[in-house]
């Protein structure tokens, strides 16, 4: 019964490349949530998606930051353009139902820009 | 927006004694979700509260959630080494149907 799973778990990406970030939920879990961590900081808010559609990006950069939840295959956060400031650990996380359940995180993908 | 305050940011204590964290919400939350980060690791989903001055407990961990559903509190009896880490709560909205984090509460336990 395989957790929540991201990769990759470390991530270097030069300033201006860009960077993709990989989550397959739970098996059960329909809901997808993004978070971005900063060291010594708490968990931010970025994208709620469900299967196809985005219930909530209120907390995304309005500019270079897309995430998406196809019908097949994994949640992909993708970053364009990474600038220093972009690096940080993201936590993609999985529930069975919108926000009343308990959420499942991964083990998260560290991105370094250099 | 909602936000959710935590405090203390960090808490040292000698091995043995107590420890608490306090989380408050700027709204009123449909339910209220704790969870425990180690160093280097990832946010462990440890309990939710639901109802209006709720109680819950899990061996040396007591977490309660207040009567206006805006404010809630963890507390650990006798602390050991394991309990490290840090301690999120987060405020669920039965409107956004995301949560929102506080900012954590670092506990070091000396041995």
């Known amino acids: 019964n395989a957790g929540v799973m991201q990769n990759p778990r470390h991530l270097v990406r030069r300033r201006g490349q860009e960077a993709r970030l990989r989550c397959s939920p739970m098996?059960?879990?329909?809901?997808v949530y993004w978070y971005r961590q900063l060291p010594e900081e708490g968990l931010k808010f970025m994208v709620y998606?469900?299967?196809?559609?985005?219930?909530?990006e209120s907390g995304m950069p309005k500019e270079r930051f897309s995430a998406e939840f196809p019908k097949e295959g994994p949640s992909i956060l993708r970053i364009q353009q990474v600038v220093r400031g972009d690096s940080a650990a993201y936590f993609c996380?999985?529930?069975?139902?919108?926000?009343?359940?308990?959420?499942?995180f991964g083990s998260g993908t560290r991105l370094t820009v250099v | 927006g909602q936000q959710v305050m935590q405090i203390p940011q960090y808490q040292h204590v000698q091995e043995g004694e107590d420890f608490t964290t306090y989380c408050n919400s700027s709204?009123?939350?449909?339910?209220i979700q704790w969870y425990k980060q180690r160093p280097g690791g990832h946010p462990v989903f440890l309990i939710q509260?639901?109802?209006?001055?709720e109680v819950k407990k899990q061996k040396r961990l007591t977490f309660q959630f207040g009567e206006a559903k805006k404010n809630s509190s963890l507390h650990i009896t006798a602390t050991q080494t394991t309990d490290v880490g840090t301690y999120f709560c987060?405020?669920?909205?039965?409107?956004?149907?995301?949560?929102?984090f506080g900012q954590g509460t670092t506990l070091q336990v000396k041995p």
């Open positions: 996380a999985s529930s069975p139902a919108g926000g009343n359940y308990g959420y499942t």
């Open positions: 098996k059960g879990h329909s809901h």
């Open positions: 998606l469900q299967k196809e559609n985005i219930i909530d």
């Open positions: 709204t009123t939350l449909s339910n």
């Open positions: 509260l639901v109802k209006s001055g």
């Open positions: 987060a405020g669920g909205s039965s409107n956004t149907g995301k949560l929102i």
